[in-house]
């Protein structure tokens, strides 16, 4: 696959689920918003422009890029041994290499909680004081380059195959705009969906102001992980609506500003 053929795909996939989720929200909110969109998406959205470029100037070759070098130089558990036909069709391999990626998100997600160092990172993505469509996109850019560093260590460790890694970046960006939505989705529904995808319902527990509730539900696209590691949390104790999004600290509205939002890491001790 062309380089470019994969990022055309990411950006037209990304902007089409953007675009729904948003007409979804708008249409049925979930809960209303405590500081609204207009104080929010300007900067929410403008980090992706700054991290847009620094993935392209900082990491030219990406997962997609490591995966077609593993292949070619046959690195990682999956390219050195040739897939025995006894363990069933070869396309197994693609979604062995998609489950893989999913846990390995999953886990990077419990250590930004639980190293002090790289939670003021990753705090910076709690700190919206509302979750919407717009939060999926909300990364400091230096969370975004060091999950991309972790995303090649796996894919070339395990040989993941080039397929997989586009469809697994495509779906987690999907799911990440998805999941952060405040789209109201009848319960019934939920119960449903959430056997197969993270939902709003299940990920916005996530972003409680409640400590225990911020360190449960960390799966970003398979539902599965939290359920088998013990952190699976199914609704907030305050309910969706009486919950209170955020964190103790950086709930000035003053904070939503993009360069409050780069400079989060680097302020205020590591307090939660
Ligand atoms: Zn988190
Ligand atoms: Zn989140």
């Known amino acids: 696959m062309e380089p470019n053929g994969e990022l055309a795909i990411r950006i037209g996939a ?15 909110p979930r809960r209303a918003l405590a500081l609204g969109r207009l104080r929010r998406w300007p900067s929410n959205i403008g980090l992706v422009v700054v991290y847009g470029l620094l993935e392209r ?49 999953y886990a990077q997600h419990v250590a930004f909680h639980k190293i002090p160092l790289l939670w003021r990172l990753h705090r910076m993505h709690h700190a ?4 919407d469509v717009s939060t999926g996109l909300r990364f400091h850019p230096f969370e975004i380059v060091l999950s991309m560093l972790i995303k090649m260590a796996v894919v070339a460790l395990l040989g993941v195959p080039l397929v ?18 405040n789209a109201a989705m009848p319960v019934g529904l939920d119960r449903i969906v959430r056997l197969f995808v993270v939902t709003p319902d299940m990920h916005r527990v996530h972003h409680s102001v409640a400590r ?10 398979l ?24 964190l103790p600290i950086f709930r000035d509205p003053a904070e939503a500003r993009l360069d409050r939002l780069l400079s989060q890491p680097f302020r205020e001790g590591l307090g939660r």
């Open 164 to 181: 997989a890694v586009v469809a697994f970046e495509v779906a987690l960006n999907a799911t990440s705009m998805f999941n952060h939505s």
């Open 223 to 246: 539902p599965w992980w939290d359920r088998v590691f013990g952190t699976y949390r199914p609704q907030p104790e305050a309910g969706h609506d009486g919950m209170t999004i955020g």
């Open 128 to 131: 919206d004081l509302d979750i």
């Open 57 to 105: 100037v900082l990491i030219p070759v990406a997962a997609v890029g490591t995966a077609a070098i593993a292949a070619q130089r046959g690195w990682g558990l999956l390219n050195i041994t040739p897939w025995p036909a006894w363990l069933g069709p070869a396309w197994l391999e693609v979604l062995i290499g998609f489950v893989a990626l999913d846990l390995a998100i």
């Open 14 to 28: 990304a902007l089409s689920v953007f675009a729904v989720m948003a007409l979804w929200e708008y249409l049925a």
């Open 212 to 221: 225990h509730e911020t360190d449960s539900n960390f799966g970003f696209n």
